[in-house]
């Protein structure tokens, strides 16, 4: 079946630093990739999505590209700040008659310091 | 224009004790979603509905029901509490299950079963 696994966390940064939290995915036929950020009680928001491959998705200084070849859609950001702290999700709706399901990997808690 | 609301945000429940979860979307979306999320695991989808009067479940269904009444309600029943229900349970609704369709999530309910 469809899986998505993310990097283990928690990550801990400092303001300004570089992030990037990996993200792999195995499906069949041809995903549509998503990362939600959730913020300390609070739902889930979109923060980015890539619907084919060599797409990028990007969004309040996120970014991340639709790799088909390394079946990989890895969170980038150059530089992070505390308002940034969150669980970030990564996620992906499978093609064909999936009916919008959303697969999601385990979350990466991101805590960043001034 | 509310979005997608949860009713309650929470409830501590005996074992064996009932309840129902109401997810309300005023945006018209045709397909609904409730998923569960458990530290560690990210979300996992319990049941769906892709229209008014339809259901069918999703990767963790047992000990859950859903009705689809409305097209703007979707709710989630447990008949019998148990404590491995303890989750926060999220919903969410899109508007058809075309490629790369934004999900929208309400902002949960926290169940506590003792």
């Known amino acids: 079946g469809d899986s998505v696994t993310q990097m283990e966390g928690p990550v801990t940064l400092s303001e300004e630093a570089f992030l990037t939290i990996n993200c792999t995915y195995t499906?069949?036929?041809?995903?549509?990739l998503f990362w939600y950020v959730q913020y300390p009680g609070e739902g889930l928001q979109l923060l980015l999505k890539a619907t084919k491959a060599d797409d990028k998705g990007s969004n309040k200084g996120f970014e991340a590209t639709y790799r088909k070849e390394t079946t990989s859609f890895h969170l980038e950001k150059g530089s992070v700040q505390v308002s940034d702290s969150a669980v970030y999700f990564c996620?992906?709706?499978?093609?064909?008659?999936?009916?919008?399901?959303?697969?999601f990997g385990q979350g990466t808690i991101l805590t960043v310091h001034p | 224009n509310a979005g997608v609301t949860q009713t309650p945000k929470f409830r501590v429940l005996k074992t064996g004790q009932s309840m129902t979860l109401l997810c309300a979307q005023d945006?018209?979306?045709?397909?609904m979603y409730w998923y569960r999320q458990d530290p560690g695991m990210g979300l996992r989808l319990i049941h769906y509905s892709v229209g008014e009067g339809t259901t069918a479940k999703g990767e963790v269904p047992d000990g859950y029901n859903v009705s689809r009444l409305k097209k703007q309600n979707f709710l989630l029943g447990l008949e019998s509490a148990a404590p491995s229900q303890t989750s926060v349970y999220f919903c969410a609704s899109i508007r058809t299950s075309g490629r790369g369709e934004t999900q929208y999530f309400g902002p949960g309910t926290r169940l506590l079963v003792l």
């Open positions: 996620a992906l709706t499978a093609g064909g008659t999936s009916y919008g399901k959303l697969t």
């Open positions: 945006m018209n979306h045709e397909y």
């Open positions: 499906a069949t036929g041809y995903p549509s």
